[in-house]
């Protein structure tokens, strides 16, 4: 079991950044991968940012260049900084860890910390 606690969200106006922080605890984070998805009103959940344990990352075409997720194996931690945040941001942030071992995928989310970028 895995729990995931995020924090960072908040008011920010356009252009502004912000860094999220999701810790977990329960289990080493070390050996799974982890994600940042998104929720905005009448949407559904979409991925944002993804880093495998050994590292690579990927990204939404929407936040490529803005967005950097990155992890701390030795704090427990993953962390999304957003940078020339957009209106179009403004989202519930979820934080995600997914293993799959012998063929069964575990998967754990954070309640969500919400993001609103607005003037």
């Known amino acids: 079991q895995v729990q995931l606690v995020e924090s960072g969200g908040g008011l920010v106006p356009p252009g502004g950044s912000l860094r999220l922080s999701c810790a977990a605890s329960g289990s080493s984070i070390s050996i799974y991968a982890m994600g940042w998805h998104r929720q905005a009103p009448g949407k559904q959940r979409e991925l944002v940012a993804h880093?495998?344990?050994?590292?690579?990352?990927n990204y939404a075409d929407s936040v490529k260049g803005r967005f950097t997720i990155s992890r701390d194996n030795a704090k427990n931690t993953v962390y999304l900084q957003m940078n020339s945040l957009k209106p179009e941001d403004t989202a519930v942030y979820y934080c995600n860890a997914q293993r799959t071992r012998f063929g069964v995928t575990y998967e754990y989310w954070g309640q969500g910390t919400q993001v609103t970028v607005s003037s």
């Open positions: 880093i495998t344990s050994g590292g690579s990352t």
